[in-house]
């Protein structure tokens, strides 16, 4: 084994749930110059590599299934002499039944240094999210992970049915859905009783968790009658019996539900995280993207008045706006000294969140997070006063006229772009044709403005029956939203994503009862 710092690192993705990833494999992501990663690794958890990373699916590569593998550790090998780091991405725990260990053998033969990080496999996530204790003193004394895979005729078979059919303890088998009579049948065969309680179950730790219970010698009439398909996880064992009613996962007011997230996509990950949190399976698609202004001279212009001090109030719209004008006096060689003794107000709690984010406060924040609200609050204490907006390139106007009747001067600077997503996600909307998706949520009336002009009959018609359901983030985009004809399901009280999660969670509530 070679002393040399590792550049390979084979590390465990979990079970699916990006929550359950550890903290060293988000560290190691974030560096890394090449991701090979399993197919059932969920895209959320790619967000984590740095955006020059090169990320590769293990199906992209050359042949068949057992084919691949050749290609997986020359791929490995290669970029690690070429002085690259390599995050080597598997499902689960890369030492149990990921084959780890034979990318590990081949790293070594090749002088390669290498790491391992573990992950949380599925039997782990399956018995915490379905509260089966896999180990209890009553009952259970150990767990056994076994491979489903293995056909238990075949000629030199390392497993033993028998001794598993004896083992004191909970059997978690992998793989076995395919096979599952044949598995069943061989346990039944040695001694297994018929009434021993089982269970499968299908993306363990998501929102999209599917679980049959069932005693042993009905299992698979059980499978077949729930439709569930492989992967799976299979428990067999007492440990099953002792589970509670419902799972806290399968409590969760959103597990279950489909939510589509339409923010830009460096704002969307915070929203995705709670909906994940709450139990909900989470589709993307942005329909806006933040880009730095086209043209910069007038918020140059703007920016050096404000070092000179010549701004009584800088007023922001949104998070985005502080961000991309502290970045500008950044990048114009200028720090938060330029904001001297100006007075800030931001549109609402988010905004000034983000400015909290630079150790500054809002000296105004609404009661009512919008235009009127904004210019309501200020309209008694920006008074003939010096008043920059900063704001996007595109908006409403009202924030400007209200102010101009009492302040000296108002301008407003464009501080960043929004640009209109060109091309749809294809498979997004093939989703809302089909009814994939429940509810879309909309956090601005460009957003839905975007988003509604993809939308053909297919996908009106499911939203005007109520098969999909719009939810607005304010009524000023639940207003946008009828003027293109569609209905609106619910608003949010208070206008920031937390409230529009919010409003989704009232909505599944109100439709359970």
């Known amino acids: 084994m070679t002393s040399n710092p590792p550049t390979v690192f ?70 690690a002499k070429a002085g690259q780091i390599a995050v080597r991405l598997k499902g689960g725990d890369p030492l149990i ?95 297994k009783s018929p009434e021993t309680p089982a269970c499968i179950v299908e993306r363990a730790s998501t929102g999209d968790q599917r679980t049959i219970y069932s005693r042993l010698a009905e299992l698979e009439e059980a499978r077949r009658h729930a439709g569930l398909e492989a992967p799976g996880l299979i428990i067999v064992g007492e440990a099953v019996a002792h589970r509670p009613p419902r799972a806290w996962w399968e409590s969760r007011p959103l597990f279950g539900q489909r939510v589509l997230v339409t923010r830009p996509a460096h704002q969307a990950s915070e929203m995705i995280h709670k909906f994940e949190q709450l139990g909900a399976v989470v589709y993307r698609m942005p329909t806006v993207e933040i880009r730095e202004p086209a043209n910069l001279g007038p918020l140059d212009e703007a920016l050096e008045k404000l070092r000179e001090n010549n701004w009584d109030w800088v007023v922001f719209t949104s998070a985005n706006g502080v961000h991309a004008l502290i970045r500008r006096i950044e990048k114009l060689g200028g720090d938060l000294r330029w904001l001297g003794s100006t007075k800030l107000a931001a549109i609402g709690k988010k905004t000034a969140d983000a400015l909290g984010e630079y150790h500054l406060k809002a000296d105004v ?140 969670i009232q909505r599944v509530a109100q439709i359970k009862h």
């Open 97 to 191: 039944f990921g084959r780890g260990g034979e990318e590990a053998e081949a790293l070594r033969k090749a002088g390669v240094a290498y790491e391992i990080v573990p992950g949380v496999t599925a039997a782990l996530a399956a018995g915490a999210f379905l509260e089966v204790p896999l180990t209890h003193r009553n009952f259970a004394s150990a767990v056994a992970l076994v491979t489903g895979h293995e056909l238990p005729h075949k000629p030199g078979s390392k497993l033993d049915w028998k001794a598993l059919a004896a083992f004191p303890g909970t059997l978690c088998i992998y793989m076995g859905v395919a096979k599952l009579p044949v598995i069943v049948s061989e346990l039944l065969k040695y001694g």
């Open 365 to 504: 924040v609404p009661d009512t997070f919008n235009s009127e609200g904004l210019a309501s609050a200020l309209t008694g204490v920006a008074g003939k006063q010096r008043i920059l907006l900063a704001r996007a390139n595109r908006g409403r106007e009202l924030l400007r006229e209200e102010l101009s009747r009492v302040a000296e001067v108002v301008e407003q600077v464009v501080v960043y772009d929004q640009i209109d997503t060109v091309e749809p996600d294809a498979a997004i909307l093939d989703y809302l044709r089909r009814g994939e998706i429940r509810f879309v949520t909309l956090s601005s009336s460009k957003i839905a403005q975007n988003l509604l002009r993809f939308f053909d009959d297919t996908i009106r018609g499911r939203v005007e029956r109520g098969e999909i359901e719009l939810i607005a983030i304010s009524p000023e985009t639940g207003n946008t939203i009828r003027e293109k004809g569609f209905p609106v399901a619910a608003a949010a009280q208070e206008f920031t994503s937390d409230g529009l999660i919010a409003a989704v």
């Open 10 to 79: 084979l590390v465990g993705a979990g079970p699916g749930n990006p929550g359950l990833l550890t903290l060293r494999a988000a560290e190691l992501l974030a560096k890394a110059d090449l991701v090979l990663y399993d197919q059932l690794v969920p895209e959320r958890i790619l967000d984590l590599a740095k955006p020059t990373a090169e990320c590769i699916c293990v199906r992209d590569l050359p042949g068949h299934h057992p084919d691949k593998y050749p290609h997986i550790h020359s791929l490995l090998i290669e970029r």
